[in-house]
T-cell receptor, first 109, second 116 residues
Framework: KQEVTQIPAALSVPEGENLVLNCSFT??????LQWFRQDPGKGLTSLLL?????REQTSGRLNASLDKSSGRSTLYIAASQPGDSATYLC????????FGTGTSLTVIP | AAGVIQSPRHLIKEKRETATLKCYPI?????VYWYQQGPGQDPQFLIS???????DKGSIPDRFSAQQFSDYHSELNMSSLELGDSALYFC???????????????FGEGSRLTVL
């Protein structure tokens, strides 16, 4: 069974900082990995999708990388803003889907 | 742009009752996924359908069943409800891609089920 761990579990940073969220997984035979954000009591908003053949994806201030050999993906957020405050989840597709444990991010104005 | 539509948004049931949740995927999406998210938990994959056939199965209890219809909408049927079934149920949809790749998942806002 795929084990997906996200570190740190919670992170609090001042506005404007660059930060990195980590997602580690045990089985490297993944089809793709997707990063989401979730606001309290809300649905999941897709941020970036990385197919297994890709190394990274970028969208605006976000950059996600994938290193299957080391079982790791990182989400880089540049120039953080208070609106970035949310829980960030990585989701792996193997023969089914596995969500990570999530990182709760708070950006302090 | 049209998103994934789930109904009802909120549902309250008694123990041992039955509940049905509906999901309408993004137009032209052919794959639907169901997730369960308990309080303070990360989403757990339940089941998925591609072209009306079950494609993958996760931690869906035997008391639950689901299907995808010809218009690609899906329904999750839950019977003999238990207190522990209280959760947020998400539906997601994607477009199947050839070559073993899977499309980006888009989630609905969820259906909150409360079992009393």
């Amino acid at each position: 069974k795929q084990e997906v761990t996200q570190i740190p579990a919670a992170l609090s940073v001042p506005e404007g900082e660059n930060l990195v969220l980590n997602c580690s997984f045990t089985d490297s035979a993944i089809y793709n990995l997707q990063w989401f954000r979730q606001d309290p009591g809300k649905g999941l908003t897709s941020l970036l999708l990385i197919q297994s053949s890709q190394r990274e994806q970028t969208s605006g201030r976000l950059n996600a990388s994938l290193d299957k050999s080391s079982g790791r993906s990182t989400l880089y957020i540049a120039a953080s803003q208070p609106g970035d405050s949310a829980t960030y989840l990585c989701d792996l597709r193997v023969n089914q889907f596995y969500f990570g444990t999530g990182t709760s991010l708070t950006v302090i104005p | 742009a049209a998103g994934v539509i789930q109904s009802p948004r909120h549902l309250i049931k008694e123990k041992r009752e039955t509940a049905t949740l509906k999901c309408y995927p993004i137009p032209r999406h052919d794959t639907v996924y169901w997730y369960q998210q308990g309080p303070g938990q990360d989403p757990q994959f339940l089941i998925s359908f591609y072209e009306k056939m079950q494609s993958d199965k996760g931690s869906i209890p035997d008391r639950f069943s689901a299907q995808q219809f010809s218009d690609y909408h899906s329904e999750l049927n839950m019977s003999s409800l238990e207190l522990g079934d209280s959760a947020l149920y998400f539906c997601a949809s994607s477009l199947y891609l050839a070559g073993g790749y899977t499309g980006e998942l888009f989630f609905g806002e969820g259906s909150r089920l409360t079992v009393l």
